[in-house]
């Protein structure tokens, strides 16, 4: 990858895509990751005002420390960027207080993981109407297009997505080229939405340049059946992931009513 030229290319994108819609900036939320410090780097280079949101919702204190410095480090070398921490664990538990309860708490764990990133969301979304900004997305395109390892509504509720076309590990490629925070590139990747340590691999079974691999092999039309061993097993947790979540990654289905019903006569 031309990695000085990709960047330029996002850069370019994003300001010419803000312009256009006569739009001041952006806002992104922080999670501690590599996309979301990727994303909020190349959105800081365009010379827009950025607004970093640190939204923590019981977080683990290693995560919004890599948040915290990442955006420190934002605001020191861009002059348009600021920040704000939105303390949204209180209107989690409140959420969480007024839901019916449940005979096993594991039953609900996925929804309420999912109900964190819409919260989320949701503060991208009211700090972006009251500035006129654009929400980024920090989906990378293994995620967005592969497994569809996000929330629907949540992470993936965007205005525009500057990495999607990207996989994971040239992700890193221009988090090291961009001179992002050594911790944030070496820490394990985790979406961060069960208030514990486990890692994105965990969740999924796979590691990501295995997920790169069977995203290329499906491309070729692939099928489990022509694998074997741990290549067998990496495919079909991809093949599974990619069916199972295709309703995240294709338009909303609409209900289409033959002109013939519509008709009165």
């Not at 995560?63 to 960027?81: G, P, S, Y």
């Not at 961060?192 to 990501?208: F, K, M």
Request: charged letters at 25%; aromatic letters at 10%; proline letters at 4%.
């Amino acid at each position: 990858m031309q990695t000085e030229k990709v960047v330029a290319h996002i850069v370019k994108w994003l300001k010419d895509y803000a312009t256009d819609a006569n739009i001041k900036g952006f806002t992104i939320g922080i999670s501690g990751g590599i996309d979301s410090a990727v994303t909020s780097t190349l959105c800081a280079m365009t010379g827009l005002e950025l607004l970093c949101l640190e939204m923590p919702i019981h977080q683990a204190e290693s995560q919004i420390n890599r948040a915290l410095n990442h955006i420190a480090w934002l605001e020191k070398h861009f002059d348009t960027v600021r920040s704000r921490t939105v303390q949204l664990t209180p209107v989690f538990d409140s959420f969480v207080a007024a839901l019916p309860s449940v005979k096993n708490e594991e039953e609900r764990f996925m929804a309420l993981a999912n109900a964190r990133a819409r919260l989320r969301m949701t503060t991208l979304y009211y700090f972006a109407g009251l500035k006129n900004y654009l929400v980024a997305g920090t989906g990378n395109k293994v995620e967005d297009f592969g497994v569809g390892f996000f929330t629907k509504y949540g992470d993936g509720g965007v205005d525009l997505s500057p990495i999607a076309d990207l996989m994971k590990t040239e992700v890193y490629e221009i988090a090291r080229y961009l001179g992002i925070n050594d911790e944030i590139i070496k820490a394990a990747p985790t979406d961060g939405l069960w208030g514990d340590n486990r890692t994105d691999e965990d969740q999924i079974g796979a590691s990501y340049p295995e997920l790169e691999w069977a995203m290329k092999m499906n491309a070729q039309g692939k099928e489990p059946t022509d694998f074997t061993g741990r290549q067998k097993e990496v495919f079909t947790i991809y093949y599974r992931l990619n069916r199972a979540n295709r309703h995240k990654m294709v338009p909303i289905p609409v209900c289409e009513i033959p002109e013939l019903l519509k008709s009165t006569t």
